[in-house]
């Protein structure tokens, strides 16, 4: 009878603890802000998806905008101006999972990162927490736009 209530035991707590294993999303959990962090990666999925639809990465806002339904919370801000994306940068990998291919260069981050450093989304798809410094270190991915980020060009 204790066998089996200690079996019965385990087979609950395991049964519980299994699916929250599966919470965290990989290379692409960042610790820290969940909605600055969360909405990169949803802009990075809209971003993801355009490139395998249209087989060419976006150019403009107004082409991503339409994703609405799969942009989460990465596309209104990015529409209000509060995430400055790199448009036409091809990505490096188009599979399911981000950072199979590493990348050094910036594909959008929050307006305010060049000043008080936060959240980037990486070209590979993956969020960094950055410090002014390290934004400003980093190269940008190329960009079909001149005018989205003045003074500073893609290495």
Avoid: H
Avoid at 42 to 60: H, Q, T
Avoid at 63 to 91: F, Q, S, Y
Avoid at 132 to 138: D, T, V
């Amino acid at each position: 009878m204790i066998r089996v209530s200690r079996l019965c035991r385990a087979m609950v707590i395991g049964l519980m603890a299994g699916p929250m294993a599966g919470c965290g999303v990989g290379s692409r959990q960042v610790v820290g802000d969940p909605v600055e962090s969360a909405a990169l990666t949803d802009l990075g999925e809209s971003y993801r998806a355009y490139s395998i639809a249209r087989n060419r990465p976006p150019r403009k806002a107004a082409e991503l905008a339409t994703a609405d339904a799969v942009g989460g919370n990465g596309i209104p801000a990015m529409k209000d101006g509060k995430i400055i994306v790199r448009w036409g940068a091809p990505l490096p990998d188009i599979s399911e999972e981000p950072g199979k291919v590493s990348s050094p260069e910036i594909l959008a981050y929050w307006k305010e990162v060049p000043e008080q450093g936060g959240y980037v989304l990486m070209l590979d798809r993956t969020v960094k927490k950055m410090t002014p410094e390290e934004f400003k270190a980093a190269p940008l991915a190329p960009t079909t736009e001149s005018s989205s980020a003045p003074g500073k060009k893609a290495k």
